[in-house]
């Protein structure tokens, strides 16, 4: 009989460990934009990724996905893994991870358009299915939106939970004539986020990239 109950408290102990890991595990979708000339700054994206796959524990899930034409769509994600709990095979998984980000990159051809809604949508759906404790959203893009036409994207993004946070907000030449350009459509992005229950935030100092989880 006391061995039974030994066994029955080991196994809630276990439990309760797996619930507080699983509580405390992150999830990160990372949107790269590969539209016209930002293709080029996908260089600055593969550093974000070794800080991600550096920073990352056991448990932690991280996919990254394009933003092209149509991006609501699982084929635009180029690598995707939830990280096992044995340091050993977390490690294994996290250069086999950068192998297939570094070939991407190597090889990526630029987009006509720029589906950021699309991408969002898909990555709400990947991280929701995933289950992590916290939810984060990196869009690596200059934020200009170009629909191709017959895109229907006026569906509200569900983000109660979600952090979403804007990477490398480039200023196109247009902004540079006019400052106000820039700080609306980022302003009309944070709305956007912020009106659908998210967390938004713009890190565009890649030195810092400890920002990132800073909440």
């Known amino acids: 009989m006391k061995k039974t109950v030994v066994f029955i408290i080991a196994f809630a102990v276990i439990l309760t460990g797996c619930a507080d890991t699983k509580k405390q595990s992150k999830g990160v979708y990372m949107l790269l934009d590969t539209s016209g000339t930002y293709a080029l700054e996908l260089k600055k994206a593969q550093s974000i990724l070794n800080y991600l796959l550096g920073t990352l524990q056991p448990m932690d899930t991280l996919a990254v996905a394009r933003i092209d034409t149509g991006s609501f769509s699982e084929k635009d994600i180029i690598a995707k893994v939830t990280f096992y709990q044995r340091p050993s095979v977390a490690n294994n998984q996290k250069r086999a991870f950068k192998k297939k980000i570094d070939k991407f990159t190597s090889e990526v051809k630029s987009s006509k358009y720029t589906d950021i809604s699309g991408g969002l949508y898909q990555a709400i759906e990947y991280l929701n299915k995933a289950d992590p404790g916290k939810k984060y959203i990196l869009i690596f893009s200059d934020l200009k939106e170009e629909l191709k036409k017959g895109l229907v994207r006026d569906v509200p993004f569900q983000l109660a939970g979600f952090n979403v946070i804007a990477l490398n907000v480039n200023k196109l030449r247009a ?41």
Do not use: A, H, T
């Open 175 to 215: 902004d540079i004539s006019d400052p106000k350009i820039y700080s609306k459509r980022v302003e009309q992005w944070g709305k956007k986020i912020e009106s659908c229950n998210g967390q938004w935030r713009v890190v565009n100092d890649l030195e810092r990239l400890d920002n990132i989880f800073s909440e």
